[in-house]
């Protein structure tokens, strides 16, 4: 039962001590204020009725305004500190959640049922509607409501214990169903997560500036209106489901407590008419059963919010837990997947979920874990690399077509591959797997004669500089477009802008290679064109200095005479290098060692430009179809 709650204090005890320490005092200080409150005025009353002495009176206002003052001013303190660190250990979870995305595989990111799993660990880390920390705030309010317990039990002691048993039954009655109730809200929040999903993604669309001319030109902001009320609307149906539970178990509750107010003001009524008790006592003892009532269905409802809410981190485990096989991270460490299988589930398209059953055995059985330490792999030395594929295949999760079948190549240092073919062809899906975005369903890659999933995967990373048609830029400078996380040399970024065609430009940006790009963070920053966004993506492929550079589609967004400087001097851009050149224009793959013709997920045909066109084959009728237009 206590799970969520066990992880939640580990974690904010790693990342803040102070935050775990203010919230326990911040409880502590607090419950005793209505114990105080309770005290307090009988012996104000009681000297008021009695002898009245002015020093008595003085003593007993002073200590109670003293202890409020105090008890304020440390509440106020344990507060508003405590919120500060409350969010930076928010943000830690968020750079932990963060940090693991950025490590899991590709396939998992393309997965809805991953994507389902990781919005219901999202609930748990932000407790829904109540904020980060609300399911720790909730045991730390039964710390506090426990010690005001002890204070105004001890109170109704005194009078008559059996009134202190009927406050806990009616309260039990209340609570029962109260908690009955957000069991079944819980069950319904988890049910309504793809269509929370489905309704962010539409919001979003009218946020992001992307999408603003499509939407403007089609006229279609309404026709998204209406899509994304589809999903809406389920999310509020279901929110009023929860509701009406909400409100039938309230109403049992205010029931109950009517029953206990009744009950205290009848018993205590008689009691003082019987001169059992005093004015004063009378005071004490009103205070002290409606806190005693108040603290009591506190303490039983934040027990009922913990248990409800641990559903949540069963989620949220699942999704910790999910492995990234490409890094060598095996989830549990359970070494033969079984962990994988249990954190995906089925696919709701009958393949196993996350991608995972498209993987070899082999990825299953790498071992290690997420956070712990992962099984030792091969750095990749620097120098040149011979990649060979052997003979493979792959098809993406919960598909049974195959993206790939049977492929066979290899890549020599220093040689320059075309790869060339229709749309759907397999071209992208063999550069995925090149750079290990994914691992082969069937088959082999190798490295110098090392399958490649036995090297580090950042070490293998670095052999790579890729281009990929739907690159992306970010709201940085341009320098840092290019560099990214590598060290900055001015001199070396700005050579690759102006090698790639972009030192034009460069020259009428008004703060050069430290303008932003977009205008996020600053209103001087530039809008890149289609071209000029792909001009910077080549610099960042050239400032790399990778031994192996991918380029798919590199000159989609270039006008001809950009296109023709590129491919003029696109020997000199990769000098020294093995070079990956995906394409639909036939015309510039003259410029390569050998072109490999790829139709329905396999080669087809390999060879330089003359033997293809010789052959009079695939290449041959795709390359005179594209001809016949500049005749």
Same mark, same amino acid.
């Given at each position: ?35 105080? /409150? ?93 904020? #980060? ?88 902001? %309404? ?8 999903? #809406? ?6 929110? +009023? ?98 962990? %994988? ?33 992962? +099984? ?26 195959? /993206? ?22 397999? +071209? ?35 052999? #790579? ?23 900055? %040399? ?66 989609? /967004? ?12 696109? %020997? ?26 790829? /139709? ?28 016949? #237009?500049?005749?």
């Amino acid at each position: 039962m206590f799970k969520g709650l066990f992880f939640f204090i580990k974690q904010g005890w790693k990342y803040d001590k102070r935050y775990i320490l203010w919230r326990v005092l911040y409880q502590f200080v607090n419950s005793m204020i209505p114990v105080a /409150a309770a005290l307090a005025p009988k012996y104000i009353i009681d000297e008021l009725m009695g002898e009245a002495r002015p020093e008595r009176l003085v003593l007993y206002v002073g200590i109670l305004a003293g202890y409020t003052f105090a008890a304020g001013a440390l509440s106020v303190f344990f507060s508003m500190d405590g919120f500060t660190r409350r969010c930076r250990v928010a943000a830690e979870f968020d750079s932990e959640r963060h940090r693991r995305l950025a490590r899991a595989d590709l396939e998992r990111l393309e997965d809805p049922d991953f994507l389902d799993m990781q919005e219901k660990a999202k609930k748990f880390l932000y407790s829904d509607w109540h904020g #980060f920390g609300y399911l720790l705030d909730s045991a730390l309010n039964i710390v506090g409501q426990v010690f005001t317990l002890l204070g105004v039990a001890a109170i109704i002691a005194t009078l008559d214990i059996r009134v202190v048993l009927i406050f806990v039954a009616l309260t039990g009655v209340g609570t029962f169903f109260e908690g009955r109730a957000k069991e079944k809200a819980a069950q319904l929040t988890e049910q309504v997560s793809a269509d929370q999903r489905g309704w962010m993604y539409y919001s979003g669309l009218f946020d992001n500036a992307a999408y603003a001319k499509e939407i403007r030109l089609n006229a279609i902001g %309404d026709w998204l209106l209406k899509r994304e009320r589809k999903y #809406f609307t389920r999310v509020i149906q279901n929110l +009023k489901q929860q509701n009406d539970g909400f409100i039938r178990s309230g109403l049992i509750g205010s029931a109950c407590t009517l029953l206990q107010q009744c009950a205290a003001y009848a018993w205590l009524i008689v009691r003082t008419g019987q001169g059992a008790i005093s004015v004063g006592s009378f005071t004490m003892y009103v205070s002290a059963v409606t806190t005693f009532a108040s603290a009591l269905r506190t303490v039983l409802d934040n027990l009922t919010e913990i248990r409800v809410y641990d559903r949540f981190y069963d989620r949220l485990d699942e999704y910790l837990s999910v492995p990234a096989r490409l890094r060598g991270d095996g989830g549990d460490g359970d070494g033969d997947g079984q962990n %994988d299988r249990r954190a995906c589930g089925s696919s709701r398209k009958g393949g196993r979920a996350c991608g995972s059953s498209q993987q070899s055995g082999r990825a299953d059985s790498q071992g290690g874990s997420l956070g712990k330490e992962r +099984k030792k792999q091969r750095a990749v030395l620097q120098g040149e690399h011979v990649i060979e594929f052997q003979n493979v295949s792959f098809r993406y999760a919960g598909s049974s077509t195959w /993206a790939l079948r049977n492929v066979s190549l290899t890549l020599k240092p220093g040689m320059k591959l075309a790869v060339v073919g229709e749309n759907g062809a397999g +071209k992208t899906t063999f550069v995925k797997l090149l750079t290990r975005l994914y691992d082969p369903t069937e088959g082999e890659i190798l490295m110098d004669g090392v399958p490649v999933r036995e090297y580090d995967y950042d070490s293998y990373m670095e052999v #790579f500089s890729a281009v990929f048609q739907d690159y992306r830029l970010f709201s940085f400078s341009l320098e840092e477009n290019v560099a990214l996380a590598r060290p900055e %040399d001015a001199g070396r970024v700005e050579n690759a802008l102006r090698r790639v065609g972009f030192g034009e430009k460069l020259d009428s940006l008004p703060k050069g290679i430290h303008t932003e790009v977009y205008k996020n963070f600053d209103e001087t920053g530039f809008e890149p064109s289609g071209g000029e966004g792909q001009r910077i993506a080549l610099a960042r492929a050239l400032y790399k200095d990778a031994p192996v550079v991918v380029l798919d589609e590199p000159t989609a /967004a270039l006008d001809p005479r950009a296109e023709f400087e590129l491919y003029r001097h696109f %020997d000199e851009l990769t000098e020294g290098k093995t070079a990956v050149y995906i394409s639909h224009r036939l015309s510039s793959t003259r410029f390569c060692d050998e072109i490999a013709v790829f /139709a329905g997920g396999r080669i087809v045909e390999r060879g330089t430009h003359e033997e293809l066109m010789r052959r009079q084959g695939r290449y041959a009728e795709l390359f005179e179809m594209q001809a016949q #237009f500049y005749v």
